[in-house]
C-alpha cells in the first residue's frame, strides 16, 4: 500500500472510494446473512455431524470473501481500480484439490482449525453496522451538498410553479437581511460549493477508515513467490531428460553386446 498514490490522484481516489463504499450494504448485507445462518445451522446441527461441514463450509466462504475483498481495497490504496481480480493459477488449482478433498473428514476439521475463517465471519458479522454507517454517509452526504449548490434552481422553481417564496422567513432575513431572497439563495449555493470540496476528503477518509477495518481482520495479503510460476513449466522436463537418458544408456548397452557377439563369432573362423 502506497498513501502517496492516494494523493497523487485525490479525485480518481475519492470517486473509487466512493464506489466502493456505494457497494458495502448490499454486498453487507448478502455476507451478514448467509454467515450467520451458517454459523448458526453449523453450530446446532453439529451435534449429529451434518453441522461440521455447513460450518466449516461458511468459514471458509467467509475467508475467501474477505481476501477477495481485501484484494479490492488495497488495490484502491495503491492507486489502480478498484475491480475484481481473478485468481492465480496455483491458488485455482489448490481450489480444485481443496473440492474434490471435501468428502474427507479431515480436510473439514483442518478448515475448522483455521483462524483466518472464524477472523473472516467476525468481520461479516461486527462490520455490519459500519458498513451501514459507510453507505449512508456516502449516499446522503453528497447527494445533501449537491442539493444545497441547486439552491437557486429550487428558488425559481418553488416561485415561478408554486408562487411560494423560499429563502424569506424570519431565519434568513436576520442572517442575511439587505439581500433578496434570491441573492439569499445565491449564497447558500456558494456555501454548497464550499461544502463540495470536503466531499472528496471525507470519502477518502471514510475509505481510510474500512481498509484499516479490514485489514485488522484479513492481515497482510498473501504474496506468492515468483519462483512458483516456473515450477509447472521445468516439472515435466525432468522426467523426459532421465527417460532420454535412460534409453541412451540402454542403447549403448545393446550396441556393445552386439559388438562383443560379433567378435566371439569371428574368432573361431580365425582359427
Known sequence: MNPNSIKSNPRASAYAAWKLQLGLLPLGITAFVLTLTGITLGLSLAIVGIGIPILAGT??????????????????????????????????????????????????????????????????????????????????????????????????????????????????????????????????????????????????????????????FAGQPEISPPAETGQPVQSPAMPVAEAAGDWLARAEAAISRYDEDARHAQTPQAH
Open 59 to 216: 468459514l471458509a466462504w467467509s475467508a475467501a470473501r474477505m481476501r477477495r475483498e481485501q484484494r479490492r481495497w488495497n488495490a484502491w490504496q495503491d492507486g489502480g481500480q478498484a475491480q475484481d481480480e481473478p485468481y492465480p493459477a496455483h491458488q485455482i488449482s489448490q481450489g480444485v484439490e481443496s473440492g474434490s478433498a471435501r468428502a474427507s473428514w479431515k480436510s473439514w476439521f483442518r478448515s475448522l482449525g483455521n483462524p483466518l475463517g472464524y477472523r473472516a465471519a467476525a468481520h461479516q458479522l461486527l462490520g455490519f453496522p459500519i458498513r451501514i454507517a459507510l453507505f449512508v454517509i456516502s449516499l446522503t452526504v453528497p447527494l445533501s451538498v449537491f442539493a444545497v449548490m441547486l439552491a437557486p434552481a429550487a428558488y425559481k422553481v418553488s416561485d415561478y410553479l408554486y408562487g411560494y417564496v423560499l429563502y424569506d422567513d424570519t431565519t434568513m432575513r436576520m442572517l442575511l437581511p439587505p439581500l433578496s431572497p434570491f441573492e439569499r439563495s445565491l449564497v447558500v449555493s456558494g456555501i454548497g460549493v464550499v461544502l463540495m470540496l470536503f466531499v472528496p476528503a471525507l470519502l477518502r477518509a471514510c475509505g481510510r477508515i474500512y481498509a484499516a477495518w479490514l485489514a485488522f
